[in-house]
Every structure is written in structure tokens, then in C-alpha cells.
């Protein structure tokens, strides 16, 4: 039988070219975006992952054309950018609606569908900078470490379920997220204005030279068809994913120092 995946952030990145990539493969996908963008490969939905109503009429719209939803990939997410210090409250919520309680508000609608089908997968979006607290994307880090450990204990509660729940941890990608980014106001700060300038220039820099979007499609097809998917995936140039295993090991200031080389801090 055809598994029926739902998929959120599909308006570009790695949500578009994961959902164009099972598409192709022959997997019935939802795409939900908040512009609701049509493409050839994925049926197109309008869906605001912070508004219960628009996740409740996706869900419903998916069940009366598939009754089945076998997989959800949360991939929905927004970034910000700006010291600790000079990043506002409204812009703290937003990235933490979004990245944090727009995942859990995906996985509560979905996981009575999976549960009446005997199981399913759900894959949520994290990113490797939630093993660190990166410099100037300190609030961005702390949500996907947050959605890591939550997704640790979800995995948990829903194997008895024979719901499998597994983590992708993007590097950079060669994306459109530094149009979307948030960034905290700095004109004429004294203080950190030089310094994150610098900072959100090479952000910007790894981002445009970053890996393709694209090879996001195999790696969610794999996650797909395991049996036993691990908890965690790592896609990303190979000092990205080393630098999880060193921040384990390393002392702090050494690898303190490493960060701020990197980002040239």
C-alpha cells in the first residue's frame, strides 16, 4: 500500500525538495505550508503549524481523501539571529511557538491517526546546533535542543504504540533561510554591533555554500523504510557533525575556542 506522508514547511528548502523527492518515488505527500504553494509532485496545503484550526483542517482533509496518515515529517521551523541580550520576547515566543509547540501540536493530531493504523513514523527537524549553543543563534540552538529532548521522550511513550520517532539534524543547507531569519534590531549598538555584523555574515556565508536541500530526500526515505530507526541523524559537512562529538568530549575551553575560531568571534 502507498504510505501517505504529511509534511510540514514544503514551501522551500529541505520541506520542498523532501516532498518532491517522495513524490517522485511514488509516496502520496501532503505538503503543508502557510502559502499553501503548488507543486506537480505533492498535494499543496495551506497549514500555520501555530494555529490548531489550520492543523485540524489539514488533518481532517488528509483523512477524508487518504484515511491514513502513515508518516509526519515536522519540519516547519524559523530561525533568529542576535546577541542574548538584545533579542526581544515577541521574537523568543515566535521561535518557540514555532520550533517547539508547532511540533507538538503536529505529532498530538496526528498520533490518533497513526495509532488506529497499528503505527507510523514521525521525523522531526532539528538541527546540529542543538548539541551547542551557537554565538548570536543562542535562542534558535536552545529550541532545537529543547524539540531534541522532547523528541527523546516522545520516542519513548510512543513504541508500545509501534509509532517510531527519529531526529534529522541539518548543518547548513543551501536554503532561503536567511530571508526568512529573524534578526534582533542593531543599528548603532556599540557593544555587539561590529562583532555579530561579522558574526551573521559568515552564517550567511555557510548557508549559501552549504549542502543541497536535496540530499534530505534519500536520508527521510531511509528513516521510511527502517524497521528500527535510530534516534538521531546527522547530514552535514563532515567538521559539522564532528563537532557533536568533540563538543562530548573536549574541555569546555577548547572547545569554546574552536566555536569562536569557526565563527570568527
Not at 211 to 225: Q, V
Amino acid at each position: 500500500m502507498t504510505k501517505v506522508v504529511l509534511i510540514t514547511g514544503t514551501s522551500s528548502g529541505i520541506g520542498k525538495a523532501t516532498a518532491e523527492y517522495l513524490g517522485r518515488k511514488g509516496y502520496k505527500v501532503y505538503g503543508g505550508s502557510r502559502s499553501g504553494k503548488e507543486n506537480e509532485w505533492f498535494t499543496a496545503l495551506k497549514l500555520d503549524v501555530t494555529d490548531q484550526a489550520s492543523i485540524d483542517e489539514a488533518i481532517s482533509i488528509i483523512t477524508k481523501e487518504e484515511s491514513r496518515i502513515d508518516v509526519l515529517i515536522n519540519n516547519a521551523g524559523i530561525g533568529l539571529a542576535g546577541p542574548i541580550e538584545r533579542n526581544k520576547p515577541e521574537d523568543v515566543r515566535k521561535i518557540f511557538e514555532t520550533n517547539i509547540i508547532g511540533v507538538m501540536q503536529m505529532c498530538s493530531a496526528v498520533m490518533p491517526v497513526m495509532r488506529k493504523l497499528g503505527g507510523g513514523k514521525i521525523i522531526n527537524v532539528s538541527s546540529i546546533g542543538s548539541a551547542m549553543g551557537l554565538p548570536y543563534r543562542g535562542v534558535y540552538s536552545g529550541s532545537k535542543a529543547a524539540l531534541d529532548i522532547i523528541t527523546e521522550a516522545l520516542r519513548v511513550e510512543a513504541d508500545p504504540q509501534n509509532i517510531k520517532v527519529a531526529l534529522v539534524h541539518p548543518g547548513d543547507v543551501k536554503t532561503e533561510i536567511n530571508d526568512h531569519r529573524l534578526i534582533s534590531a542593531m543599528e548603532d549598538d556599540d557593544v555587539y554591533g561590529e562583532a555579530f555584523q561579522h558574526a551573521h555574515q559568515t552564517m550567511n556565508e555557510h548557508v549559501s555554500h552549504g549542502i543541497p536541500a536535496e540530499s534530505f530526500g534519500p536520508l527521510m526515505e531511509r528513516i521510511i523504510k527502517s524497521g528500527k530507526p535510530k534516534i538521531h541523524y546527522y547530514n552535514g559537512f563532515f567538521i559539522q557533525k564532528l563537532s557533536v562529538r568533540l563538543k562530548r568530549y573536549l574541555p569546555t575551553l577548547w572547545f569554546e575556542k574552536m566555536i569562536k575560531r569557526y565563527y570568527q568571534v
